[in-house]
């Protein structure tokens, strides 16, 4: 689930990077290409609903910033269940690591 929303959130950025300029077909190499991030660390708070489930999240870090994990951590989160133990309403902070593999 969390790479579905890493995803949907990278291809978000590139339709929206400014990729409506010219179109270049020259070949993809070392020297012209630029490697994203395959790595990143989100921390979120949210607040504990009583059925276990996150509400009114917000990212407190995201590491590295501007390359769409913070956005994939909150759709992460959206699904999210944890163990509410008396805990309603309280607010809970968390990290949500990406590692991603070839």
């Known amino acids: 689930m969390m790479r579905i929303g890493l995803c949907l959130a990278l291809v978000g950025l590139a339709l929206t990077a400014g990729c409506a300029g010219a179109v270049s077909n020259a070949p993809l190499s070392a020297e012209n290409t630029v490697a994203a991030p395959r790595n990143g660390e989100v921390v979120l708070e949210c607040r504990l609903a009583s059925d276990g489930g996150l509400t009114a999240c917000l990212v407190v870090s995201e590491t590295p910033e501007g390359q769409g994990f913070g ?27 990406f590692r991603l593999s070839d």
């Not at 956005?71 to 309403?89: D, R, S, Y």
């Not at 607010?91 to 949500?96: C, G, P």
């Open 71 to 97: 956005q994939a951590a909150l759709g992460v989160a959206k699904n999210a269940k944890m163990k509410p133990g008396g805990a309603e309403g309280q607010r809970v902070r968390f990290a949500v690591r």
